[in-house]
């Protein structure tokens, strides 16, 4: 029989919604838009959508892939896009005032040709022309390992290319889809480096699934081999009884300890706690700081 773990007490999150909840609210429905804090069931949305932050899912809100762990709608979206999404996108963020950081992910689209890598593009090229100094962040799928897809997203010029390892090695098969895994997602961090070599890049693991600790600082070993900049590590939760079991609460401690050894071994930064998110605020301010710094 499956056991259920008790949440600790640092667990608990308070939501609270103001006029910039609301408004996000209200230009997404507006404009057909999505974000993976509601799709995902993300536990900072209240605080970062109150901050007028947002991160948006481009190409619907079905994905061709099942991982285990993720709350996103499973199905076969039929080859459709929404054309019309990269001008939706640009006006979206003129009502929500977000001028100055934009996080944009996606669905897998394994029914098309490239893996929506070149929407994906298309929406990164209308933010830069109707807000040249957004800088922009993407965390995108592995398009199965496709050079020619990723270089349409490198040759878009975002400013940080994020792509999530997810879990340890040894665990992938447990959490992802059979199309994921591990050395790919690593192939693809190391190619947009190559690509383009001024391009920060970053990565993020979820913890709870039964990792042991050698196995995530190996996991940082990797990403560090191949020039990774930043790494985010969280707390895993169960978003329904469908998905992966929690089999671990990480202690705020332990999230520090991996932190510390994340620094050490030469990440830009890391951001390390229990609800932190591939997408997250104090990544983003680091990330901010140190573009505009470079530019």
């Not at 059979?178 to 970053?202: C, E, M």
Request: overall charge positive; some cysteine.
């Amino acid at each position: 029989m499956e056991q259920i773990l008790a949440k600790p007490e640092w667990l608990k999150i308070r939501i609270n919604a103001n006029d910039n909840f609301s408004g996000i609210k209200q230009a997404l429905q507006e404009h057909k838009l999505h974000t993976v804090c509601e799709s995902a069931h993300c536990p900072n949305i209240s605080e970062c959508w109150n901050s007028g932050t947002a991160t948006f899912m481009l190409m619907g809100d079905v994905c061709t892939r099942g991982c285990r762990f993720c709350a996103v709608k499973t199905g076969n979206p039929m080859k459709q896009l929404d054309r019309d999404e990269p001008r939706k996108l640009a006006a979206a963020l003129k009502e929500i005032k977000l001028f100055d950081y934009v996080v944009l992910t996606s669905v897998n689209r394994d029914d098309l040709k490239d893996g929506g890598a070149g929407h994906f593009a298309e929406c990164i090229r209308e933010i830069k022309k109707e807000y040249p100094k957004m800088i922009i962040e993407v965390l995108i799928p592995d398009f199965n390992g496709s050079l020619g897809s990723l270089k349409k997203i490198t040759d878009a010029k975002p400013d940080v290319i994020a792509h999530n390892i997810e879990t340890v090695e040894r665990l992938q098969r447990k959490a992802r889809d059979i199309r994921a895994n591990y050395g790919q997602s690593l192939n693809v961090l190391k190619n947009a480096k190559k690509i383009n070599p001024k391009i920060f890049t970053k990565s993020s693991i979820m913890a709870g699934i039964g990792e042991r600790d050698d196995e995530v600082i190996k996991a940082m070993k990797d990403l560090r081999e191949i020039g990774v900049d930043i790494l985010t590590i969280g707390q895993y939760l169960r978003p329904t009884d469908r998905h992966l079991p929690v089999m671990q609460f990480i202690s705020p401690e332990k999230f520090r300890y991996y932190e510390r050894k994340g620094l050490e071994l030469g990440f830009r930064f890391v951001a390390a706690g229990p609800f932190v998110r591939s997408s997250y605020k104090a990544g983003e301010l680091f990330l901010k700081n140190i573009i505009n710094k470079s530019q």
